[in-house]
């Protein structure tokens, strides 16, 4: 299990802007990042976008699929009021909940001349190091994306690129409730186990201090300079209807 890989270098390149959101919904979250996704592509915005959030409780669905993967019925779903959305990205089926820290990088890789690999890569570096921060040695598995821990796999990552530009991102277990990952094969691979950070620490750890931890260590192995950028602003710049990210007002 490697724990360790060398900075990514890419050149010099328009500033990035980190975006802290409230709890969101995932089908608005989607809808801001495929507005920020076409003003990207569009030529209207040049700064890579970093969107940091939590979901409510939410099954998604990969490129792949993932129905089959679901191990309880629809009423069972209904009763818990949680929705299975399909989605774009890779991966099978994930769960997204409170106390999981998302994260959703909206990078021009090809002006970055970043390779789809580099990418994954870094996005599962800066969830080692940011785990590392609670000296916690999670690390990669050579046979499945995203990190883990003695077995047991504590962040996910899931990715789309469209005309070079990548959405969706990755998901780090930090206090995020285990139960519902039992209700499903997690990224479609039987007798995984999930866990997290809190789970590991028999204690819960701040929400805003993974936030924080987690900006410096992606700005880091990505090679981007990151200002905060209130969620307004972005909505304002990239022309995205503000009705229709409420949480944000």
Not at 32 to 55: M, N, P, W
Not at 140 to 154: A, E, F
Not at 197 to 219: C, D, F, K, N, S
């Amino acid at each position: 299990m490697a724990t360790e890989a060398d900075p990514i270098e890419v050149p010099n390149s328009p500033d990035g802007w980190w975006i802290d959101l409230p709890p969101t919904d995932y089908q608005q979250a989607m809808d801001l990042q495929l507005a920020v996704v076409a003003a990207k592509t569009g030529g209207r915005l040049d700064a890579d976008v970093i969107l940091c959030l939590e979901h409510p409780r939410v099954f998604t669905l990969g490129r792949r699929g993932g129905r089959e993967n679901l191990c309880v019925s629809d009423d069972f779903l209904a009763r818990k009021g949680i929705r299975v959305m399909p989605t774009d990205r890779g991966g099978n089926i994930t769960y997204h909940g409170p106390g999981q820290l998302v994260v959703y990088p909206i990078i021009h890789l090809s002006r970055r001349r970043l390779k789809v690999v580099e990418f994954v890569s870094a996005l599962e570096q800066a969830m080692i190091r940011t785990a590392g921060h609670w000296n916690i040695a999670a690390g990669t598995d050579p046979l499945n994306r995203g990190v883990w821990l003695n077995g047991d796999k504590l962040g996910s990552i899931g990715i789309t690129v469209r005309r070079g530009v990548s959405f969706h991102g990755l998901a780090l277990n930090v206090n995020t409730e285990m139960e519902p990952f039992g209700w499903i094969n997690p990224c479609g691979l039987q007798k995984v186990r999930m866990t997290s950070i809190a789970q590991h620490l028999e204690t819960p750890v701040p929400m805003e201090e993974a936030r924080r931890v987690m900006a410096g260590h992606l700005a880091d192995c990505l090679g981007l300079t990151l200002t905060t950028m209130d969620a307004v602003a972005l909505c304002e710049k990239i022309g995205h209807r503000i009705g229709a990210m409420p949480n944000i007002l």
